[in-house]
């Protein structure tokens, strides 16, 4: 659905006519049909600028992009503007009209594609209920809050029954409890309708519930990139360190320590116990978590066995774990760092 090849964005530093800040900087994408894939990283990564060069607000300066076939990047600027119409977009601070309802919001995009009143009264009322925002119509977005705000933009970017969506931050101006019915919604969007979605998040707690695939994003390039359930059979992921941080010891005199990660019916079997028992061992459990994630259900622990348990380390791998040495986790708090504009734009 969304096929990305070589994209390259950079900006000019301000003040600094000689030298260039590199954005996104040779980066291959694949998104396929109704997947919900998120790109993952740190302020001034270049999440942003790469949605934008998706639905060409950005036009990069090397590479292709093609969204349902369409290669975008070779239209010319009226076909572009029809082309957009596929590709629905929603933003971090929500980008409503504050002089325009609820109603008047959602129907603007009808209006500028010529949609006749009486179909965009009924496509907006559609819309309105199928966002949750059914009794709010003549509100203006003053009398919203934040989770509403957002609805208005979500039923506004669905307006001219995009296949695609776009989704710059849509929840980190969210408390975490409306977050979550956001990312709910999202979701049920995502099944009902068949939409492909691409999100950017600093939030690992947004891919952990609603990514089907991920990429972590660093300086301008993909560091990572695939389906979290094949991500979860990798022992150098570091999304999948992130997503199970392990606060734990990675020493304990007498044992060796291991990363234990495991998916799918795995993750509810009796592993640790049929471990000890077939062993006859004392397993340490010295961290972990199991989670149920928008693509699967995963576990990953740190353990503690007796040294000298190799046997019981090879029955773990035939069991289909994945048994790693302990490595530190994804951070991604963002460092306090003054920016220029173009800088912040790439962000």
Request: glycine share 10%; hydrophobic share 45%; with cysteine.
């Amino acid at each position: 659905m969304i096929e990305i090849q070589g994209l390259r964005k950079t900006y000019r530093a301000k003040g600094r006519r000689d030298r260039a800040v590199v954005a996104v900087d040779g980066v291959d994408l694949s998104v396929s049909e109704g997947d919900v894939f998120g790109v993952l990283g740190q302020s001034g990564a270049g999440k942003s600028t790469l949605l934008r060069c998706v639905n060409m607000l950005e036009r990069p300066d090397e590479g292709t992009v093609s969204v349902g076939g369409v290669e975008l990047t070779a239209l010319n600027r009226r076909r572009l503007r029809v082309a957009r119409h596929g590709i629905g977009m929603i933003h971090q601070h929500f980008a409503l009209l504050s002089s325009r309802t609820v109603a008047g919001n959602v129907a603007f995009a009808l209006e500028v594609t010529g949609v006749p009143r009486a179909e965009r009264r009924a496509r907006v009322a559609e819309l309105l209920e199928l966002v949750g925002l059914g009794g709010r119509a003549d509100a203006y977005p003053a009398q919203l809050s934040g989770g509403q705000k957002q609805r208005v933009g979500i039923a506004r970017a669905l307006a001219a029954r995009p296949k695609v969506l776009l989704s710059d931050e849509a929840t980190s101006a969210l408390d975490p409890e409306t977050t979550d019915s956001i990312l709910r919604l999202l979701l049920d969007l995502n099944a009902r309708l068949g939409l492909t979605i691409l999100l950017i998040t600093h939030e690992m707690n947004v891919v952990k519930r609603i990514c089907h695939s991920a990429a972590v994003m660093r300086d301008g390039r993909f560091v990572e990139s695939g389906a979290i359930t094949n991500l979860l059979h990798r022992g150098d992921s570091e999304l999948v360190r992130g997503l199970f941080p392990l606060d734990a010891p990675t020493e304990l005199p007498g044992h060796t320590v291991v990363d234990v990660t495991v998916s799918g019916e795995q993750t509810d079997a009796p592993l640790l116990a049929e471990l000890s028992r077939r062993f006859e061992i004392d397993v340490r459990i010295l961290g972990g978590s199991v989670e149920s994630l928008a693509a699967t259900r995963a576990g990953r622990w740190r353990l503690a066995l007796p040294d000298g348990s190799d046997a019981a380390l090879a029955f773990l791998r035939e069991r289909g774990a994945l048994v790693t040495v302990p490595q530190p986790p994804l951070r991604l708090e963002p460092a306090p760092v003054s920016l220029t504009a173009n800088q912040e734009a790439a962000s």
